[in-house]
């Protein structure tokens, strides 16, 4: 059957949104009929120059779409994916930090921010759904229920070690101790495997989500990968040890890292790429299991970060919640059915955008708060009529909260309360204590020459006004500017 026929049975079938034309995973058949699958894989500090060292990633590439301004709405664990799950950014979910009055679990689930979200959309939708590895902070296996939405709950609480954890899994509690076969990644991608399988014989489209904790710290990585990539260093890029001209007062007053800092960083940073080998596999595996169900040319597969990491940049030890790019910028990266091989998209997007994206795909209503918009169209290589010009940021600091575990080490930068706005061409900050940054990245690349006090008035109000707008808005359309 020619492309275009086959392409528009499939789009009456599925009843989506301008998203089942089919574009087969290369040397992958494409399932005829019936709604994609969505497998998304969500790192956890995942930092763009960690890239390099996910050849699976690096081939969903070269096969699919990558986002080159893809931004968190806050570089923070628990309110970014608080976004991604309802598709709204921090003052619209009541989710800022990880913990306490304004943040954590305890905040969405008080809320009610579980009760519409991706997984519930999708179940409606007939899709069988699973969740693996790491929900949100302060959930706890033991004590906590399955939210709605889910079919498949296999979700860890302080799985930050990888070993030594409890899983949930779908509301029987199991203790993981200290054995390889024990490590957390290999665990999902084991059950992700059998889901998939599963899921696939009973003809019933799926969407999974695995939320890794790696690469987060203390950064274990599997055991067969202790040794791997011997005298590996940190990137040591123009913003290494180096202070961006009139930083704002948290940062100002940074001296050069030590040496002893140096070594640590490089540690670190070597711990990390070891780290990221398991998830690496766990999505070959993944890629495995949907060849082997005869699957893959229906599967869209999304990977991506729920933040960024910064080490050494701007003076500053291992950390994020910051508004530089070397936090906020993450990867997004998708193949499947539809989705324009090798290309690159400009547009800035968010990860609120991820669940209208997975609705559309699926053929489901996207509720009216939903702040973000559907990527579909950027996927199939199709420019919306209209888009939004900037992404938001907002985040609560500085945290002092000593149960939380992003919690900033000393000289790794904890920045007051701020709300940013990112396009493609700058950046732009505002502070709680009115410090102000303004980067052009289009000659300032690296974010070093903070050229706010001297930005034209109209040019100053403009950014004041957007931002202002942008930290007020409520649904897609009014988020859109």
Same mark, same amino acid.
């Given at each position: 059957?020619?492309?275009?026929?086959?392409?528009?049975?499939?789009?009456?079938?599925?009843?989506?949104?301008?998203?089942?034309?089919?574009?087969?995973?290369?040397?992958?058949?494409?399932?005829?009929?019936?709604?994609?699958?969505?497998?998304?894989?969500?790192?956890?500090?995942?930092?763009?120059?960690? #890239?390099?060292?996910?050849?699976?990633?690096?081939?969903?590439?070269?096969?699919?779409?990558?986002?080159?301004?893809?931004?968190?709405?806050?570089?923070?664990?628990?309110?970014?994916?608080?976004?991604?799950?309802?598709?709204?950014?921090?003052?619209?979910?009541?989710?800022?930090?990880?913990?306490?009055?304004?943040?954590?679990?305890?905040?969405?689930?008080?809320?009610?921010?579980?009760?519409?979200?991706?997984?519930?959309?999708?179940?409606?939708?007939?899709?069988?759904?699973?969740?693996?590895?790491?929900?949100?902070?302060?959930?706890?296996?033991?004590?906590?229920?399955?939210?709605?939405?889910?079919?498949?709950?296999?979700?860890?609480?302080?799985?930050?070690?990888?070993?030594?954890?409890?899983?949930?899994?779908?509301?029987?509690?199991?203790?993981?101790?200290?054995?390889?076969?024990?490590?957390?990644?290999?665990?999902?991608?084991?059950?992700?495997?059998?889901?998939?399988?599963?899921?696939?014989?009973? /003809?019933?489209?799926?969407?999974?989500?695995?939320?890794?904790?790696?690469?987060?710290?203390?950064?274990?990585?599997?055991?067969?990968?202790?040794?791997?990539?011997?005298? #590996?260093?940190?990137?040591?890029?123009?913003?290494?040890?180096?202070?961006?001209?009139?930083?704002?007062?948290?940062?100002?007053?940074?001296?050069?890292?030590?040496?002893?800092?140096?070594?640590?960083?490089?540690?670190?940073?070597?711990?990390?790429?070891?780290?990221?080998?398991?998830?690496?596999?766990?999505?070959?595996?993944?890629?495995?299991? #949907?060849?082997?169900?005869?699957?893959?040319?229906?599967?869209?597969?999304?990977?991506?970060?729920?933040?960024?990491? /910064?080490?050494?940049?701007?003076?500053?030890?291992?950390?994020?919640?910051?508004?530089?790019?070397?936090?906020? /910028?993450?990867?997004?990266?998708?193949?499947?059915?539809?989705?324009?091989?090798?290309?690159?998209?400009?547009?800035?997007?968010?990860?609120?955008? #991820?669940?209208?994206?997975?609705?559309?795909?699926?053929?489901?209503?996207?509720?009216?708060?939903?702040?973000?918009?559907?990527?579909?169209?950027?996927?199939?290589?199709?420019?919306?009529?209209?888009?939004?010009?900037?992404?938001?940021?907002?985040?609560?600091?500085?945290?002092?909260?000593?149960?939380?575990?992003?919690?900033?080490?000393?000289?790794?930068?904890?920045?007051?309360?701020?709300?940013?706005?990112?396009?493609?061409?700058?950046?732009?900050?505002?502070?709680?204590?009115?410090?102000?940054?303004?980067?052009?990245?289009?000659?300032?690349?690296?974010?070093?020459?903070?050229?706010?006090?001297?930005?034209?008035?109209?040019?100053?109000?403009?950014?004041?006004?957007?931002?202002?707008?942008?930290?007020?808005?409520?649904?897609?359309?009014?988020?859109? /500017?």
């Amino acid at each position: 059957m020619p492309q275009r026929a086959r392409s528009l049975l499939i789009s009456l079938l599925a009843l989506t949104v301008a998203s089942t034309a089919v574009a087969c995973v290369p040397g992958q058949p494409a399932a005829a009929g019936g709604k994609p699958n969505i497998v998304l894989v969500l790192t956890d500090d995942l930092s763009m120059n960690l #890239l390099p060292y996910l050849p699976h990633v690096q081939e969903m590439a070269r096969n699919g779409t990558s986002f080159a301004n893809y931004t968190v709405t806050d570089s923070l664990c628990c309110p970014s994916r608080s976004s991604l799950f309802t598709g709204m950014v921090p003052h619209d979910t009541g989710v800022f930090t990880n913990g306490g009055e304004d943040g954590g679990y305890r905040v969405f689930h008080g809320r009610g921010d579980d009760k519409s979200t991706y997984a519930t959309s999708l179940q409606q939708a007939g899709y069988r759904t699973a969740m693996m590895g790491k929900y949100l902070n302060g959930y706890q296996p033991k004590s906590d229920g399955i939210p709605p939405g889910w079919n498949e709950w296999d979700v860890a609480g302080n799985g930050y070690r990888e070993f030594d954890y409890d899983l949930n899994e779908n509301g029987t509690v199991k203790h993981y101790g200290k054995k390889p076969e024990d490590y957390l990644v290999d665990v999902m991608a084991d059950k992700a495997a059998r889901f998939v399988a599963s899921s696939a014989a009973d /003809h019933t489209p799926f969407a999974m989500e695995l939320a890794t904790f790696a690469p987060h710290g203390p950064y274990t990585p599997a055991p067969r990968d202790a040794d791997a990539f011997p005298g #590996l260093t940190a990137p040591r890029g123009p913003a290494y040890d180096t202070l961006p001209s009139s930083p704002p007062s948290w940062l100002a007053s940074r001296t050069p890292l030590t040496d002893r800092e140096k070594q640590t960083i490089d540690k670190d940073f070597r711990k990390r790429a070891q780290a990221v080998q398991s998830v690496d596999k766990m999505i070959g595996t993944v890629q495995a299991a #949907l060849d082997k169900a005869g699957v893959r040319g229906n599967t869209d597969l999304v990977f991506t970060s729920d933040n960024g990491y /910064h080490m050494g940049e701007y003076r500053l030890t291992p950390g994020k919640q910051t508004a530089f790019d070397t936090d906020v /910028h993450v990867p997004l990266i998708v193949t499947g059915p539809g989705v324009k091989a090798g290309a690159t998209v400009d547009q800035p997007a968010e990860n609120i955008d #991820l669940r209208p994206t997975f609705e559309a795909l699926a053929g489901a209503p996207t509720p009216a708060p939903v702040d973000g918009e559907s990527l579909v169209p950027l996927l199939n290589g199709t420019a919306p009529p209209a888009w939004r010009t900037v992404g938001l940021v907002e985040h609560h600091g500085p945290d002092f909260d000593k149960n939380d575990p992003d919690k900033p080490a000393k000289n790794s930068g904890n920045p007051t309360t701020y709300e940013a706005i990112r396009s493609t061409a700058y950046t732009y900050v505002e502070y709680a204590d009115g410090a102000k940054e303004y980067y052009d990245r289009t000659t300032d690349p690296q974010e070093l020459h903070n050229t706010a006090a001297q930005l034209p008035p109209d040019k100053a109000r403009q950014l004041h006004d957007t931002l202002r707008a942008m930290a007020s808005c409520h649904g897609a359309a009014a988020c859109r /500017h």
